[in-house]
């Protein structure tokens, strides 16, 4: 038989959230703020969170874990957008995709895609979800200036 937790108990019966009186707080109870349903599908964006360091991760009682919100984000959701915009690719200073480069300038990607073809100017493929060509965006510029 087990014994009883009666602080445990008494907790429960207060009402207590799993948040300490320094911040920290429970998985659980992050799970609402960050606008996830389960606990399987918390883990990535909290290790996002801790990754990028707007929280703190403290391992308590064996496997169990809490943590607490930097002072830079006033809530968990702010700091969720943050962790994500942090981790979205950039390309390189001066590179660009042809439909970020003809948005732009106002142009059709296949107009400059035409320019593009015999040129023979350099081209980058980064490793992202969806690989896509990447220009120096100088060379684009001196391509549409010989254009009418």
């Known amino acids: 038989m087990k014994p009883i937790d009666a602080h445990g108990l008494?907790?429960?019966l207060n009402?207590?959230?799993?948040?300490?009186t320094d911040g920290w707080i429970r998985t659980k109870d992050i799970l609402p703020l960050i606008g996830v349903?389960?606990?399987?599908?918390?883990?990535l964006p909290l290790e996002r969170i801790v990754k990028a360091g707007f929280a703190q991760e403290r391992r308590v009682k064996h496997d169990r874990l809490i943590y607490r919100l930097s002072k830079k984000f006033k809530t968990w959701a702010d700091a969720h957008i943050a962790a994500i915009e942090l981790d979205r690719f950039k390309a390189?200073?001066?590179w660009v995709t042809l439909?970020?480069?003809a948005r732009k300038h106002r142009r059709?990607?296949?107009?400059?895609?035409y320019r593009i073809d015999g040129s023979g100017i350099d081209w980058c493929v980064y490793k992202t979800p969806r690989p896509v060509p990447h220009y120096r965006k100088t060379d684009l510029?001196?391509?549409l200036r010989k254009a009418p």
Request: no cysteine.
């Open 10 to 12: 008494v907790a429960a």
């Open 15 to 20: 009402g207590a959230t799993g948040e300490d």
């Open 37 to 43: 349903k389960t606990l399987s599908g918390v883990r």
């Open 92 to 94: 390189p200073k001066g």
């Open 99 to 101: 439909t970020q480069y």
């Open 108 to 113: 059709t990607v296949r107009g400059i895609q």
């Open 141 to 143: 510029d001196r391509l």
